[in-house]
């Protein structure tokens, strides 16, 4: 059985697509073992409250400098054995030492096709406004293993979805969710547990 600790800060629409997948048998020989919040308040601990899944806060600026910060988060991953992060919406840097101990034990789903639209400043709807600023036509989602660069690990998978006349940053968002990043990180997480991700460079085999 493998571990896997959900990091969150928001909504927590995509911890709820793992707890669906888990709930309906989809993802086998694992348990979410903890849901971390880099905020206090956010829905997506109400979501874990409500399937039992024990909760922990981590709010930054509780701490006094990084490495405090990442050394509690460590002995929180270590209290409940975690084999796998999944970071669905953390919204606080991962430190490097985090980084090196969990190397390619550490997914994250972005919402936009890697390497558009990604990096530093690329977070929530400013993804979307940049996308449809420049006018592409489709989009989509990214689940990518966590290096030291931001959004620049090995990819896992992604999932296309078009832009549609009209389309605001909001329903744009909406639909790359609904169509693409419910689908494709429990996927990832569930191809991960079956030990079916090899990791070779750049580029992630899936066996
Ligand atoms: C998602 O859009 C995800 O791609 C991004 O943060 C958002 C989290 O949304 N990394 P939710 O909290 O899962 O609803």
Request: with cysteine.
């Amino acid at each position: 059985m493998l571990n896997i600790a959900v990091l969150v800060s928001g909504g927590g629409t995509n911890l709820q697509a793992l707890l669906d997948c888990q709930a309906r048998g989809e993802i086998r020989g694992v348990k979410i073992a903890c849901v971390i919040s880099c905020r206090p308040y956010s829905y997506a601990l109400t979501r874990a409250r409500g399937a039992g899944v024990p909760t922990e806060t981590l709010v930054r600026k509780s701490f006094p400098d990084a490495a405090a910060y990442e050394d509690a988060m460590l002995a929180v991953l270590e209290r409940y054995t975690v084999d796998l992060i999944v970071l669905a919406g953390f919204m606080t840097i991962i430190g490097e030492g985090i980084i090196r101990r969990y190397e390619n034990k550490i997914i994250n789903i972005h919402p936009s096709l890697i390497p558009s639209f990604c990096g530093a400043g690329f977070y929530g709807l400013h993804v979307h406004e940049a996308a449809l600023e420049r006018g592409v036509k489709v989009t989509g989602a990214t689940v990518h293993f966590v290096n030291e660069v931001c959004d620049g690990g090995p990819i896992i998978l992604q999932k296309p979805v078009l832009v549609e006349d009209g389309d605001t940053p909001e329903t744009l968002q909406r639909r790359v969710m609904e169509q693409a990043e419910w689908e494709i990180l429990p996927k990832a997480v569930s191809l991960f547990c079956e030990g079916r991700l090899i990791v070779d460079g750049h580029h992630v085999k899936i066996l």
